[in-house]
């Protein structure tokens, strides 16, 4: 008898059905599958990596290469904000980065902080209620601390004590899963943020820029290595 040759499958496809399995079964197979386990592990890694979500990401920005990482503010200067959310809530990855490549000019807004699935992509992160923020011209929004001001429309922010950034600058926004103190980071080094809860359980909060100003593009860095020296 003819013994028929098995077929064996591309390994991108073995490592899209062990990152399919949950997470039990999924360690299992490639514990077994020791041939592929080396390889597939580096591919399952780089597929649960975050990026921007080019379904929640407005019209005003586009999002620039493959990894989805880069977004750059287009078309008629001054006419709205323009966001985008990234793919994973802060659950799974509870802390990134966002590099400033370029600024049209050095009031040109930029905002960086964490989400809600129910803020509008025409706003910036930070206005909206549950929303949180750094933003470009130096101040914090979203958090009633101490020492905090208020907006005509009730939104709490802080100017004091916080430095701006600009092109060149790496800005960092994080959470502690334990507390939920929100923690931002200039250039790998942390603003002070004792006492500054956010409202929402991790899973609720995603990483969102908002860009204002045309040409201004920002690179975003969710992971493994970053600025900010991370504790193991």
Known sequence: ?????????????????????????????????????????????????????????????????????????????????????????????????????????????????????RMPLDAFVGHDEGTYAYGSVGFLMGHEAEGCSHAADGRPFIFKGIPKFGVGDVVGCGLNLATRQIIYTKNGERLHTAGFLVDSPAADLFPCVSLGWTGTKIEANFGPNFQLEIEK
């Not at 020791?34 to 390889?39: G, M, Q, T, W």
Request: net charge positive; with cysteine; glycine share 6%.
């Open 1 to 117: 008898m003819q013994m028929q040759r098995r077929r064996r499958l591309p390994l991108e496809l073995k490592c899209e059905v062990i990152s399919a399995l949950p997470f039990q079964h999924g360690r299992r197979m490639l514990l077994l599958c020791i041939p592929i386990a080396i390889n597939c592990v580096a591919l399952v890694r780089k597929q649960k990596k975050n990026r921007w979500d080019p379904t929640v990401c407005h019209d005003r920005l586009v999002l620039i290469g493959p990894n989805r990482l880069i977004a750059q503010r287009i078309g008629e200067a001054n006419l709205g904000w323009g966001s985008v959310r990234a793919e994973k809530p802060m659950s799974k990855n509870p802390y990134f980065e966002v590099k400033i490549l370029e600024q049209t000019w050095e009031q040109s807004f930029i905002s960086i902080g964490l989400a809600i699935k």
